[in-house]
C-alpha cells in the first residue's frame, strides 16, 4: 500500500509538472525562434534598403555592415543583383537563381526557411528584395544565412534545465511521498500488529488509537472487541477452574463412599450392584476430566513454542511402558529419533495428545501385541508422529466419526472411555497448526498420525 500511495502522488506531481513546465518551455522556445526570426529579418531589411539605394556611400555601408555582421554573429550576408550578377565585393550566393531568390527578385517577396518542419535547421535563411527608394524597382536582394547552432544550445538549456528541475522535484516528491504514505499507514501497521499479536494468542494486544476518523473508530472497535473477549476468556478460565474443584471434589467423595460400603458388605449381590455403582462413577470422573481437558484445550490462547520431539516422546513411553507391561503390550519406538528438527507445539499440548493416544491404543490392543510409535521427518517443514496398534481397528465409517465428541468405538477392555480422547487431540493439534487423522495400520489395528509443524530454519 505505502509503495501504491508513492506511486501515485509522484504521478500527481509529474502531471502537474508537465501541465506547468512543458507549455512555458514550448512558449519559450516559440519566442527565442521568434525573436531570432525578428532580429535577423531586421538586418536584413536594412541592408535591402542600403543596396536599393544604388549609391557609392551606401555600398560601401553595406560592406561594413556584411562584414561587422559576419564577425559580430554568426551569420553571413550574401547580395545578388536583380540579373543575378555580383553587386561590388560584396558576397554573392552559390546559387543566385534558387527559388528564394527567384521569388526575392521577381515578385518582390521576402521569405523565411528555418531549414526544418520541426524546430529548426542547420541554418536560418532570410532573403529579402532590395529596392531603388524613388522608383521602387527591384534592383536585388539581400540574403543571410544565420547558423542555428548557438539557437540548439539554447534550446537545450532551456529544456535541460527543466528536466533536471523535474527530476529533483519528482526525487523529492517521492521522498516527501514516503514520508506521508508511511504516516498515512502508520495506524493501519498498528492495527495489523496488533491484530498478528492477537491471532497469535496475547489477548492483551491493543492498538493505539491514532490516524484519520475512521482508522480511531476502527482501533476503538477492534480494542473493545479485544476486551470483550479477554473478559470472556478469562471467565471461560475461572469457570473451568471452579467446575474443577466443584465437579471433581463430590465425585471423589462418592467413589470413596462406595469403596467403603462395598468393604462392608458381604452380600454378593448388593457388592456387585456396588461395584458397578463404582465402575460409573469413575467413567464419570473421566467425563469430566475430559470435559476439562477440552475446555482448556478450546481456551487455549498461549502460542506455540519449540520443543524437542524426540525428548518428549520417550518420557511419555517411559510413564506408560509399566501400565502396558502389566498386560505383556510392548511399546517400541522407531523411525528417524536422532536427526530431528524442533516442532512447534503449545505448552503441555502434546503431552495430553500422547497420553490419549496411548491410553486408546492400550485399550483396543490384545494381550502379549505391540504398540508402534513412529516419527518420521517430511519435506516441507513437517515432522510425523504415528501411533500403531495391533487391536480391531476402525471401520471407515468409524473412522470418520471417531473424533466427534462423546462418541466411543468397542475396546478390548469394554466401553470404559469417555469419547473424548481422540476430540481434544484433534483439538490441540489444530491450536498447534497441525493435523490429525486415522487410517488402517498394516497388518491391521488403527494408526493414528499427527503431523506437526517444525520450527522455521534460518538463513533462509
Not at 187 to 200: C, D, H, K, T
Not at 229 to 251: G, K, W, Y
Not at 255 to 281: M, Y
Not at 311 to 325: G, I, Q, S
Amino acid at each position: 500500500m505505502i509503495r501504491r500511495l508513492i506511486v501515485s502522488y509522484v504521478l500527481l506531481v509529474a502531471v502537474a509538472l508537465a501541465a506547468f513546465t512543458v507549455p512555458v518551455a514550448f512558449t519559450l522556445t516559440a519566442q527565442l525562434r521568434g525573436d531570432t526570426e525578428e532580429s535577423v529579418r531586421r538586418e536584413a531589411t536594412t541592408m535591402a534598403l542600403l543596396l536599393g539605394a544604388g549609391d557609392q556611400p551606401a555600398r560601401q555601408a553595406l560592406s561594413r555592415l556584411a562584414g561587422a555582421y559576419a564577425e559580430e554573429t554568426p551569420g553571413r550576408v550574401e547580395v545578388v543583383a536583380a540579373d543575378g550578377g555580383s553587386v561590388d565585393a560584396l558576397p554573392r550566393p552559390e546559387e543566385p537563381t534558387d527559388e528564394a531568390l527567384r521569388r526575392a527578385v521577381s515578385e518582390g517577396r521576402t521569405t523565411v526557411d528555418w531549414g526544418s518542419r520541426l524546430v529548426w535547421g542547420p541554418e536560418l535563411v532570410v532573403t529579402v528584395p532590395a529596392r531603388a527608394p524613388d522608383s521602387g524597382t527591384i534592383t536585388g536582394a539581400v540574403r543571410i544565412r544565420y547558423a542555428t547552432a548557438d539557437l540548439t544550445d539554447r534550446l537545450w538549456r532551456i529544456w535541460g534545465f527543466r528536466a533536471i528541475l523535474a527530476v529533483g522535484v519528482l526525487a523529492v516528491a517521492a521522498g516527501l511521498g514516503a514520508i506521508v504514505a508511511r504516516l498515512l499507514t502508520r495506524p493501519l501497521r498498528q492495527l495489523n500488529e496488533m491484530a498478528s499479536r492477537f491471532g497469535a494468542g496475547d489477548l492483551t494486544a491493543r492498538s493505539p488509537v491514532t490516524g484519520p476518523q475512521e482508522t480511531r473508530t476502527l482501533a476503538l472497535t477492534l480494542n473493545q472487541g479485544a476486551e470483550r473477549l479477554d473478559t470472556l476468556v478469562a471467565s471461560q478460565r475461572i469457570f473451568v477452574a471452579d467446575a474443577s474443584h466443584q465437579l471433581r471434589t463430590p465425585l471423589t467423595a462418592l467413589r470413596l463412599s462406595l469403596d467403603n460400603i462395598a468393604d462392608g458388605v458381604d452380600d454378593e449381590f448388593v457388592r456387585e450392584d456396588v461395584e458397578q455403582a463404582t465402575a460409573e462413577v469413575v467413567r464419570m470422573s473421566r467425563l469430566v476430566s475430559g470435559l476439562l481437558v477440552l475446555a482448556r484445550a478450546e481456551a487455549k490462547v498461549s502460542a506455540p513454542e519449540p520443543l524437542v520431539l524426540r525428548e518428549l516422546v520417550a518420557e511419555r513411553l517411559a510413564v506408560w511402558r509399566p501400565a502396558a507391561e502389566e498386560r505383556g503390550v510392548t511399546i517400541a519406538l522407531s523411525g528417524d529419533t536422532d536427526d530431528l528438527p524442533r516442532v512447534l507445539a503449545g505448552p503441555g499440548n502434546l503431552d495430553q495428545v500422547l497420553d490419549n493416544v496411548l491410553s486408546n491404543a492400550l485399550e483396543v490392543s490384545p494381550d502379549g501385541s505391540t504398540i508402534t510409535v513412529r516419527l518420521t521427518a517430511r519435506p516441507g517443514d513437517q515432522v510425523l508422529l504415528d501411533v500403531l496398534d495391533q487391536g480391531p481397528g476402525m471401520s471407515e465409517a468409524e473412522r470418520s466419526r471417531a473424533f466427534d465428541r462423546f462418541w466411543r468405538g468397542q475396546g478390548l477392555t469394554g466401553r470404559t472411555g469417555s469419547g473424548l480422547g481422540l476430540a481434544i487431540v484433534r483439538q490441540l493439534v489444530t491450536d498447534d497448526g497441525g493435523t490429525a487423522t486415522l487410517a488402517e495400520a498394516p497388518g491391521g489395528g488403527l494408526r493414528v498420525r499427527i503431523g506437526l509443524r517444525t520450527e522455521p530454519r534460518t538463513g533462509r
